[in-house]
């Protein structure tokens, strides 16, 4: 990814939305043709919580919620870390890029293994 990446989720042809993108729909199996860019979307928190045992290289503690989003009257969930621990089920959040969710340096994982970028989620003020 790239500091310019997007944050989508996956359609299939019955319109069913999931994210992270599966090769076929986990509701009725049609393969996921089309995506949908969430990156300028809001969401709501469903539910967060913190995480105080975090894996190597995650930053401790790790506040974490569950958010959905509303597609045209279609929902689709995501879950990632926040930007704050200052949330409240019901709030409004967006989507905003990070260059590391976690250390590189930490852990065992090669550096070339995987990406190390993504999104939080922060507070809508």
Same mark, same amino acid.
């Given at each position: 990814?790239? !500091? ?6 996956? /359609?299939? %042809?019955?319109?069913? +939305? &999931? $994210?992270? !993108?599966?090769?076929?729909? %986990? ?10 860019? +969430? ?21 401790? %503690?790790?506040? *974490?919620?569950? #958010?959905?989003?509303? #597609? ?6 995501? *879950? =990632?870390? +926040? ?6 089920? =019901?709030?409004? #959040? /967006?989507? #905003? $890029?990070?260059?590391? +969710?976690?250390? %590189?340096?930490? !852990? *065992? /994982?090669?550096?070339? &293994?995987?990406?190390?970028?993504? $999104? ?6």
């Amino acid at each position: 990814m790239s !500091g310019n990446s997007k944050f989508e989720a996956h /359609r299939c %042809p019955n319109g069913h +939305l &999931s $994210y992270p !993108g599966h090769p076929r729909c %986990p509701e009725c199996a049609e393969p996921q043709d089309e995506t949908v860019d +969430l990156t300028d979307r809001t969401a709501e928190v469903v539910t967060w919580t913190t995480s105080t045992a975090t894996p190597p290289g995650v930053r401790q %503690p790790n506040h *974490i919620a569950i #958010v959905e989003f509303d #597609v045209d009257g279609d929902s689709v969930r995501a *879950i =990632g870390q +926040l930007t704050t621990d200052g949330v409240e089920i =019901g709030d409004e #959040v /967006r989507p #905003v $890029y990070a260059d590391e +969710l976690r250390d %590189p340096d930490a !852990g *065992i /994982r090669e550096k070339a &293994s995987q990406e190390w970028d993504g $999104y939080r989620f922060e507070p809508v003020e």
